[in-house]
Every structure is written in structure tokens, then in C-alpha cells.
């Protein structure tokens, strides 16, 4: 269940699952390699585990006050930009056709048509336009990834609408609707990425070691 989806907070690496007197654990490659090269300890996975729960259930019954609000905030934002911006075809076409007025102007310079004084003026305004358009294009796609965040959020709220109100244990399908990686930052804290990138730390409750 959690392979390849639990991560060192101190060095990124990749956390292996580890079995050592009967007990499962999670330590961090690195510092099971050699506890030198990260001071991350090994956690047992019964505390991610109720970690993960708790986590659950205050995202079930906070969802007002985490999801919701984040959610208005992205819609919002995307469509401040939808009402400012023009469609990325349009702003393509625009480039082509200023780009083709560029090579209209290489061409009239080398057979001596324009002087280089007017030359240099309209390269510098030609060239103004293209970065002003790229600019807003880029601007454009970086909405699309607001698209992206508002899908990934509304879907995180069905999932958790029509879950249980209570879980046990973790469900398979936790991750890739809910969550996307744990981050172990201290054998006191962890940090969950939700799945539409979003951060929340929750305290390891610590067990009999």
C-alpha cells in the first residue's frame, strides 16, 4: 500500500519497508545504507498508519474549512484570468503573424528598403510584442494547471463524500484520490502532499518501540 509513496523529508529519498523482529517499519534508503548519511530514523508503520487515519477523518469532517475554501480560491483565481486573457490560439496566431512581419522586414533590409535606423526601431517593437505575447501565454498555461488543482480538489471532496465517516484501516484507492506522497520530516512529524498538491503535517503519535 504505501510503496513508492512514502519519502524522506531530510534527503528525498525514497522510504523502503523494512521487517525487523516481527515488526514493519519505513526508513529512509540512505539512512538504512548507512545512518551517517541521513539522521532520519526508521518509523513503524503502524504510527503512519494511524497518522494517515487521523488525517482522513479531519478532512471528512473538515472539508468546510480546508478543501472547500481552497477550492473557491482556485475558481476564483481562474476565472480572474479567463475574463483578462485572450485563448492561447489567439495569442498564437498573433505570434505568427508578427513573426511574419519580422521576416517582411529582414527581407526589405537586405535589399536595402529600410534604412537601419527605422530597421532597428521596428525589430525592437517587433520583438517588444513577441515577449509580451509569450509572456501572456505562459500566463495562460499556468491557468491550465489551475484547471488541473480545481479538478483534483472536486474529486479529493466526492471521494471523501462518499466514503465512510469511519475508517480502521487504510484503503487501497487512499492514494490517487486522496493522497499523493508521505514525507517523513522528523520521527515526530510527518507531511502528507494531497493529491491536488496541497500540504498538511500531522504529529506522529508515537507506539511502544
Known amino acids: 500500500l ?40 526508521q518509523i513503524p508503520e503502524p504510527e503512519i498508519t494511524a497518522a494517515v487515519l487521523r488525517l482522513y477523518h479531519k478532512l471528512k469532517f473538515g472539508q468546510e474549512t480546508v478543501l ?18 485572450r485563448k492561447i490560439s489567439d495569442i498564437d496566431n498573433e505570434i505568427a503573424r508578427i513573426s511574419e512581419q519580422n521576416l517582411v522586414l529582414v527581407r526589405l533590409k537586405s535589399k536595402g528598403y529600410v534604412d537601419s535606423a527605422l530597421y ?11 515577449r509580451e505575447l509569450r509572456k501572456l501565454r505562459r500566463r495562460l498555461l499556468e491557468a491550465a494547471g489551475e484547471d488541473r488543482q480545481i479538478h483534483d480538489t472536486e474529486r479529493m471532496m466526492e471521494y471523501l ?16 484520490e486522496l493522497l499523493d506522497r508521505i ?22 503519535e508515537r507506539m511502544v518501540r
Open 161 to 176: 463524500e462518499d466514503g465512510p465517516e469511519w475508517l480502521d484501516e487504510v484503503p487501497s484507492d487512499l492514494f490517487g
Open 120 to 130: 532597428l526601431s521596428q525589430m525592437d517593437e517587433i520583438d517588444h510584442k513577441l
Open 183 to 204: 514525507i517523513i520530516i522528523s520521527p515526530e512529524r510527518l507531511k502528507f502532499r494531497l493529491l491536488n498538491g496541497m500540504e498538511l503535517s500531522e504529529n506522529i
Open 68 to 85: 472547500r475554501p481552497a477550492l473557491s480560491q482556485l475558481q476564483e483565481l481562474r476565472e480572474r484570468e479567463l475574463r483578462s486573457n
Open 2 to 41: 504505501y510503496d513508492k509513496h512514502i519519502y524522506c523529508g531530510e534527503c528525498g529519498s525514497l522510504c523502503r519497508k523494512k521487517i525487523t523482529g516481527g515488526k514493519t517499519y519505513w526508513v529512509c534508503r540512505r539512512h538504512d545504507g548507512d545512518r551517517a548519511n541521513c539522521p532520519i530514523p
